[in-house]
């Protein structure tokens, strides 16, 4: 099985400025997937942005990106230039090649502050 | 674009009563995937479907059942509900696609209380 750990469990940013959330895993997979979701008081999940495990290329959705470093199991967001419309609960999940049920993180709450 | 569907919404029912919940998938979608999120939880997954055969199970209590259908509308069935089966209920479907794995997209849950 896989596991994902979010060890921020709230976290506050100023609009317009930059914040990174955590995100560390475990699999002995050797191909999987990592993702962001974002969950808005609507409770809708969001997909934000998605990392193959064999890319070594960080991936970039606009305003967020990730740093992946797959020796140390970590995969951060970073949203850059935060928006009021970015307070949400962010989810991050993995899952395995072909067999893709999704593990989720315990979630972090961002506020953003105007 | 086209999103993910569940029905109903909202649901209130009593204990021991039974709830149907509906999912029909983004077109031309094959996987429909089943989570259950607790109030203040992350998502569990229950259940998923993959042209219309089961092809992964979770933590899903034998008082549920699900199936997919023909047009790949999946619908998961409760019975003897439990104050503790009060939650919101994701159903997420994606594309199978040659390589890599496929992203889930979520439809936008269904609340259910269980009074």
């Known amino acids: 099985a896989q596991t994902v750990t979010q060890s921020q469990p709230e976290m506050s940013v100023q609009e317009a400025e930059t914040v990174t959330l955590s995100c560390t895993y475990d699999?002995?997979?050797?191909?999987?997937?990592l993702f962001w979701y974002k969950q808005p008081p609507s409770r809708q999940m969001i997909l934000v942005i998605r990392?193959?495990?064999?890319?070594?290329q960080n991936a970039t959705e606009n305003r967020f990106s990730v740093n992946f470093q797959k020796a140390a199991k970590s995969f951060s967001l970073k949203i850059s230039d935060s928006q009021l419309g970015d307070a949400a609960m962010y989810f991050c999940?993995?899952?395995?090649?072909?067999?893709?049920?999704?593990?989720f993180g315990s979630g972090t709450k961002l506020n953003v502050k105007p | 674009a086209a999103g993910v569907i569940q029905s109903p919404r909202h649901l209130i029912k009593e204990k021991r009563e039974t709830a149907t919940l509906k999912c029909y998938p983004i077109?031309?979608?094959?996987?429909v995937y089943w989570y259950q999120q607790g109030p203040g939880q992350d998502p569990q997954f229950l259940i998923s479907?993959?042209?219309?055969?089961?092809?992964d199970k979770g933590s899903i209590p034998d008082r549920f059942s699900a199936q997919q259908f023909s047009d790949y509308h999946s619908e998961l069935n409760m019975s003897s509900l439990e104050l503790g089966d009060s939650a919101l209920y994701f159903c997420?479907?994606?594309?199978?696609?040659?390589?890599?794995?496929?992203?889930?997209?979520f439809g936008p849950g269904t609340r259910l209380l269980v009074l």
């Open positions: 999940a993995s899952s395995r090649y072909n067999f893709n049920k999704f593990y």
């Open positions: 699999t002995s997979e050797s191909d999987y997937y």
């Open positions: 990392q193959e495990a064999y890319k070594q």
């Open positions: 077109p031309r979608h094959d996987t």
């Open positions: 479907f993959y042209e219309k055969m089961q092809s």
């Open positions: 997420a479907s994606s594309e199978t696609v040659t390589g890599p794995g496929e992203t889930q997209y």
